[in-house]
């Protein structure tokens, strides 16, 4: 009896051991093919290559704004369940415009050309014996600084008082035109004669100083002495005003150099009596400068002409009555 008890413990004794070492070996397989899943990831920036399976993910970022190009992440898992391959990739690109700086475009520079000198204006002055308007420009050559010679210009004011004048004498009268500072007076003398019933413009004597003030280049202390001898100008017969509304050009020679047309006088609107009566009052009838005049020569020649006519038709006609009687005669 007690025999058979041991053979039946030593029995289940054997099973419980079998059972244990079976449940010992389900477990250990059960850890491994956990581990096997938990398998640790490789990661590196070289792709690795598996034979059971590969898993490829990329990733690439390229940013361009002055171009820069950044290039990340290569990633490679190794699994033994499955066999896959999958490729990622992601570009993204942004491009900035180029920061253009404006430059403000430069103001243009305009030079203007110089400009002409300014015309002059219409004076009027009375002298009593002598009545004159006009407007006049002197012209004239003076001596720069460094020895050369130069134009200037200079308009006679129309505010220009009568310094001094010759109203005595029937033959030759003149007034006097004076302007400028008191240490530095300027003046034009114009003389007008009367010869034969006809008035006119003698001569036109100018003292000029050329002023530093408008004229910088000129030398210093320069001063001019101008004359014009003339026998035509403004001339007219007596008892009438002289009127001439173009421009004229008087030439113009120093007095002290006697250097030739030195320089000129231009006058325009012009109006100019001499001569005039005590009593008189505005200008005597006008004698203008383009007003024709009857030349001598044309009365000459046309008297020529009409003698010879007379002379050609005188001959003509005693030539046919000639003829005529002599046929008179032959017929008889």
Known sequence: MFAHKLVLLGTTLLLLSSAVQSQSSISLKDANFQEAQKAPETTSEVPLTSSSSTSTSTTTTTTTAA???STTTVKTSTSSSSTSTTTTTSTSTSTEPPKTTTTPAP?????????????????????TCILLT????????????????AHGLFNIPPNATIGDSVCDSQTIQSIQLSWGPVTSVQSMVMQFDNKNATTVLSSIQIHFS????DYPDAKENQTLQLIHRGSEEFKTPEKMSYHCTRPQQLNLTETVDLKP???????????AEAFRGANASGFSTVHDCDSSETSDVVPIAVGIALAALILVVLISYLCVRRRSISR???SF
């Not at 103001?107 to 002298?127: D, I, K, L, R």
């Not at 006009?134 to 010679?149: C, P, V």
């Open 134 to 149: 006009m407007a006049a420009q002197l012209n004239f050559t003076y001596e720069t600084k460094d020895g050369k010679m």
């Open 210 to 213: 050329v002023i530093s003030e």
């Open 107 to 127: 103001v243009p520079t305009t030079t203007h050309a110089p400009q002409p000198y300014p015309a002059p204006s219409v004076g009027t002055w009375n002298a």
């Open 328 to 330: 008179g005669y032959m």
């Open 67 to 69: 171009p820069t190009t």
């Open 261 to 271: 047309e030195i320089g000129w006088l231009s006058v325009s609107n012009v109006q």
